[in-house]
């Protein structure tokens, strides 16, 4: 536990995020600054993520928690040179998430935030 949150608060520090505003007023953290040659997020258009691990050496478990710790998706990867999915997190409500892909023998975690920005503005008629 004091591992993770030592791994975590270094992920965090070390992360350049830039802030990108959607079509449909969401604000989206992009997460494309890698922490690690490992992995990397990057954000698409909306609210979709491409997660890409390289060099997967058995079979890992990448899963998606929010900020509660509660597991939102899990899914299993066999072992390759490459694993890159692109995950459609558009049906998440606003909050801060975290990518998690545990190898067995490390576990790397990358999280990230959604919200909603809302814009106002006055247009004469």
Same mark, same amino acid.
């Given at each position: *536990? ?5 791994? %975590?608060?270094?992920? *965090? =520090?070390?992360?350049?995020?830039? $802030? &990108? ?12 600054? &890698? ?5 990397? $997020?990057?954000? !698409?258009?909306? !609210?979709?993520?491409? !997660?890409? $691990?390289? +060099? ?5 478990? %990448?899963? %998606? ?5 509660? %597991? ?19 049906? !998440?409500?606003?909050? +801060?998430?975290?990518?998690?892909? +545990?190898? =067995? ?21």
């Amino acid at each position: *536990m004091k591992k993770s949150f030592l791994v %975590i608060a270094v992920l *965090m =520090g070390v992360s350049a995020a830039n $802030v &990108s505003v959607a079509n449909n007023g969401l604000k989206i953290v992009d997460l494309s600054a &890698s922490i690690n040659s490992d992995l990397n $997020v990057k954000t !698409l258009d909306g !609210l979709k993520f491409k !997660l890409t $691990v390289d +060099n997967l050496q058995g079979k890992s478990y %990448i899963s %998606i928690k929010n900020s509660g710790g509660e %597991i939102l998706h899990t899914e299993y990867v066999n072992k390759t040179e490459v694993f890159s999915k692109v995950y459609d997190l558009s049906s !998440l409500p606003d909050g +801060n998430y975290t990518f998690v892909v +545990n190898t =067995g023998k490390e576990t790397i975690e990358k999280p990230f935030e959604i919200a909603t920005e809302v814009k106002r503005t006055a247009t004469p008629k």
